[in-house]
Structures are given as C-alpha cells and as structure tokens.
C-alpha cells in the first residue's frame, strides 16, 4: 500500500492546448493557457495538471500567480521522466525562483509523475527512487505513475513487496466511459492507490461520445449536459477527472459535475458502454507496451 493516505481534490483542470487550437501563434497560445487556468482556479478547481511535455510551466506560474488563488490552496500536478535535474527546473520554471529556493516556501510541486516506466530486473526504477529521494526533501511532496497499466503495475507490486521501491500514491491514466480501466482501477482500490481520469470526455474524440444516445437520455433524465454527466459518472467511481478546455462556460459547467450525485441504475448503464479500448495514440502506446 503506499506509504501514507493524501487528500486530493476531486476534480482537476488540464492545461494541454491540443491540436484545436493550431491555428495559435506561440504568444497566442500562451495567453490562452494562462487565461484558461486563471478562470479554471477562479471558478474553483485546485489542481492544476501540467507536463513537460507541454511546454506550459512559465504559464502555470503565471496563472497561479495572477489567479489571487493562494499557493496553498493549489494542487499541482507535474509529469515528466523523474530525473532530478528535470524536476529542479521544472520548478524553477514554474515558480521563477532560483535554485537555492527550491523546496523553500511554496516552490514544491505538490505531485509528480513518471511517464512510462518500465518496472522490471533491468531498467525502470532508478528515476523512481530518485523521485522517492525529492519526496524526502520535500521538493515533491507526493509521486505517482502516469501511462502505466495492470502487467507493470503487478511487476511494481512485486518490487514493493521486496521493499526495493515504494508504491506510488497516484496512478493517471486515459479513463472515459468507453476506456473505464476496471482491472488496473481495482488494483489500484486493493493497494491504496488514487486513480487520476486522462482524457475524461475523449480528448479529440469528445463528439463521439457526447452523442451516444444512452450518453443523451441519462443526462435528459438529470437535466445536465452530456460533458457533465461523463464526468460525474468517473467522480462517482471515485475517480478524479482533469477536463480540458479554454471556454468559460464549459470551464464552468464542467466544475458543476461535482455536485451531480448519479443513481445506480444510470451508473450501470454507463458502465455497460465500456470497451476498455483507449482512444488517445499515447494511451494505447503504452497498453501495447504493457503486453
């Protein structure tokens, strides 16, 4: 089990500008991404979902500041490969502090994950223990997994039980009503692991599952809209979902899926639409790695 409970909020807000919104200039986008967070912590949400990857952690900064949102109140979530030297200047970058200061004050990244590792005899587990060594300093205060599914986390679990790395306190991984991931989520329940939802409404795919018609009718019945009704379907699994967006109005309304308490009835049929077939190319990569 991991090494301790944690109290996360119960929805996120993502920060990846996807391929929408191509048509930006980089000045363009980078406005877009700090009003968007803005909004998002002004309307309520606490974590904030970034990455590496994004390219974004000037902006997360900058939102956070602007925001009026104090740091304490703030969940941040970081992603990336766990090497020391990347977290240092991820946290630089976000916090625009020097070096001597991290880890003082608020310049902390509340959670990091590792993206794709490979638990196994060979490779996987050196970055781990090495975050697990930012933990102690308190640079990160909690690690945790991301595009990681059953085989490697049963690999994980045996490495845990040897006492050679810890558990993670956090798995994130692609979950929508057409990917609901029952296998890897109950792992996660048995070993006292947080599931964080990718990609909760479909990402690229998001029409596609806003027009399924039993996706139309339950959110009908509860007078909501279809987005609404996708996410309050994974936070009543207890499961954490970061939507993405850059308007104020679905910004909003997908905050309201909190308050949205679903009947059994209507959450079986929902689970009945599983496919368990991802439908980002980053999460079926690593399912096909994880053969």
């Not at 991991?2 to 119960?10: C, K, R, Y």
């Not at 309307?43 to 900058?62: A, K, L, P, Q």
């Not at 048995?190 to 599931?195: D, F, G, P, R």
Request: glycine share 4%; aromatic share 6%.
């Amino acid at each position: 089990m991991s090494e301790e409970n944690i109290e996360i909020p119960h929805i996120g807000f993502g920060t990846f500008i996807g391929n929408e919104h191509n048509k930006l200039n980089e000045s363009q986008r980078k406005q877009t991404t700090i009003n968007s967070i803005i909004i998002a912590l002004q309307t309520g949400y606490r974590i904030i979902d970034s990455s590496i990857n994004y390219n974004n952690y000037e902006c997360v900064g900058e939102a956070i500041r602007r925001s009026g949102i104090p740091r304490k109140e703030i969940y941040l979530i970081c992603k990336g490969s766990g090497n020391k030297q990347e977290i240092d200047d991820s946290i630089v970058k976000i916090f625009n502090c020097r070096k001597q200061d991290i880890g003082k004050g608020y310049n902390y990244i509340d959670l990091y994950l590792i993206h794709h590792p490979v638990f196994n005899e060979e490779i996987g587990f050196e970055n781990w223990n090495i975050l697990k060594q930012q933990k102690d300093e308190e640079t990160v205060l909690n690690i945790g997994l991301s595009n990681v599914y059953i085989n490697q986390l049963n690999k994980l679990k045996e490495l845990v039980d040897d006492k050679r790395i810890i558990m993670p306190h956090v798995l994130e991984i692609e979950i929508h009503i057409y990917c609901q991931e029952k296998e890897t989520v109950d792992w996660c329940d048995e070993n006292n692991v947080i599931v964080i939802a990718q990609s909760p409404l479909g990402y690229a795919n998001i029409g596609m599952l806003l027009d399924i018609s039993e996706v139309k009718e339950i959110a009908q019945k509860y007078q909501i809209t279809e987005s609404q009704l996708l996410l309050a379907y994974t936070i009543n699994r207890d499961i954490i979902p970061i939507p993405s967006s850059r308007s104020l109005k679905h910004i909003e309304e997908n905050f309201e899926a909190l308050n949205i308490k679903l009947e059994e009835e209507d959450m079986i049929k929902l689970e009945s639409l599983n496919t368990n077939l991802p439908l980002t190319e980053t999460a079926q990569n690593a399912k096909d790695r994880d053969q």
